[in-house]
């Protein structure tokens, strides 16, 4: 919270909202008091008024904005054990509650459609969350491994298309030339979005 703000009343950082409506009301009295004062004194308390309105407007809002963020971690924390439970159905109604939709919800909405074998919906997800947080390694890494078992899908398709149907064996798939079998990418990526919610290592 500002600082200057903060000092005005007497408070510290720690401070809450009923010790900040407290000495709101303390400091205000003071000046109306003061303010049909003449000469500098009544200046003074006008000046003085209007700036403890300021600062306990900002103070108030950063506060709320602060219960708010606190509120969104615990129910982010929430959806990250439900995810990992395999309660998907509940995992969607707590995400769905949220009004602000930042970079963590898209990724672990990224994730819920993942689990429900919703791939290019997931991709969506976790390219919104990119835009929002691009300074995150880990959505950015996420979105490399989706890629990559995307892309192997596509070709594994298209191979099964040109053999009509006919099994790809395991020489098959090394003539490719990759070391990923799609069940291997796909754990990658699972792996990954479940060790992010065991860490809570997603921002």
């Given at each position: 919270?500002?600082?200057?703000?903060?000092?005005?009343?007497?408070?510290?950082?720690?401070?809450?909202?009923?010790?900040?409506?407290?000495?709101?009301?303390?400091?205000?009295?003071?000046?109306?008091?003061?303010?049909?004062?003449?000469?500098?004194?009544?200046?003074?308390?006008?000046?003085?008024?209007?700036?403890?309105?300021?600062?306990?407007?900002?103070?108030?809002?950063?506060?709320?904005?602060s219960a708010t963020a606190a509120e969104d971690?615990?129910?982010?924390?929430?959806?990250?054990?439900?995810?990992?439970?395999?309660?998907?159905?509940?995992?969607?109604?707590?995400?769905?509650?949220?009004?602000?939709?930042?970079?963590?919800?898209?990724?672990?909405?990224?994730?819920?459609?993942?689990?429900?074998?919703?791939?290019?919906?997931?991709?969506?997800?976790?390219?919104?969350?990119?835009?929002?947080?691009?300074?995150?390694?880990?959505?950015?890494?996420?979105?490399?491994?989706?890629?990559?078992?995307?892309?192997?899908?596509?070709?594994?398709?298209?191979?099964?298309?040109?053999?009509?149907?006919?099994?790809?064996?395991?020489?098959?798939?090394?003539?490719?030339?990759?070391?990923?079998?799609?069940?291997?990418?796909?754990?990658?990526?699972?792996?990954?979005?479940?060790?992010?919610?065991?860490?809570?290592?997603?921002?």
């Amino acid at each position: 919270m500002n600082k200057k703000n903060l000092e005005l009343f007497g408070l510290s950082e720690n401070a809450t909202k009923e010790e900040l409506d407290s000495a709101y009301e303390a400091l205000r009295n003071k000046y109306l008091e003061e303010r049909f004062m003449d000469g500098d004194v009544g200046n003074n308390a006008a000046e003085m008024l209007t700036r403890i309105e300021t600062a306990y407007n900002d103070l108030t809002r950063e506060l709320s904005e602060s219960a708010t963020a606190a509120e969104d971690g615990g129910s982010f924390t929430r959806v990250e054990e439900l995810i990992k439970d395999g309660n998907l159905a509940e995992a969607q109604r707590v995400l769905d509650g949220f009004n602000e939709r930042g970079g963590k919800w898209h990724y672990l909405q990224s994730v819920l459609f993942y689990r429900k074998n919703w791939v290019s919906e997931s991709k969506k997800q976790l390219e919104i969350a990119i835009q929002l947080e691009p300074e995150n390694d880990k959505y950015k890494e996420t979105y490399r491994k989706l890629n990559e078992k995307i892309n192997y899908d596509s070709q594994r398709s298209s191979n099964e298309s040109v053999y009509q149907g006919q099994t790809v064996n395991a020489g098959d798939e090394n003539q490719m030339g990759g070391s990923f079998c799609a069940s291997c990418i796909e754990c990658c990526y699972l792996n990954m979005c479940i060790n992010c919610l065991c860490n809570s290592c997603c921002h």
